[in-house]
């Protein structure tokens, strides 16, 4: 692998961090910033139809950021892929949160998740996000 693949895919990697610590922080404000501009905004939450569109989208995340005074996500498994102007994230969000009404009681959760990115600009801004929650046993 060459420097210039290592330097855009260690950009990807840090746009897909810079999403979590928005959501960690209830950063609504931020996570728009990091959200494409010129394409249609999706999300697929574990369990829940798509979602189309940057107001839908914003709109979700700030339920769950609402709904959970504590929120923090640990990846595993990262693998970056780069092709032109498209990047894709694939991982493991383990996941550790407490609601508003649970702060001392923790739950933690585990999802497979593909943040597809896309380069506007000089920034790599998010396109796809799908998250689909972690089975018990082999398919």
């Avoid at 950063?27 to 839908?56: A, N």
């Avoid at 994230?89 to 597809?116: M, P, Y």
């Amino acid at each position: 692998m060459d420097s210039g693949t290592r330097m855009t895919q260690d950009e990807v990697l840090a746009a897909d961090e810079a999403l979590d610590a928005a959501v960690e922080v209830g950063d609504l404000d931020r996570l728009r910033e990091l959200c494409c501009s010129g394409r249609e905004l999706v999300c697929v939450h574990p369990g829940v139809e798509p979602i189309h569109g940057t107001s839908g989208v914003l709109r979700s995340w700030a339920l769950i950021m609402a709904n959970a005074e504590y929120i923090q996500f640990f990846l595993t498994d990262v693998t970056v892929s780069v092709a032109g102007d498209v990047a894709a994230v694939t991982c493991t969000e383990n996941i550790l949160t407490a609601g508003q009404a649970q702060t001392a009681t923790f739950h933690g959760g585990k999802a497979r998740a593909l943040n597809v990115f896309a380069r506007e600009g000089t920034g790599w801004r998010l396109w796809l996000h799908q998250a689909s929650p972690v089975g018990s046993g082999p398919l």
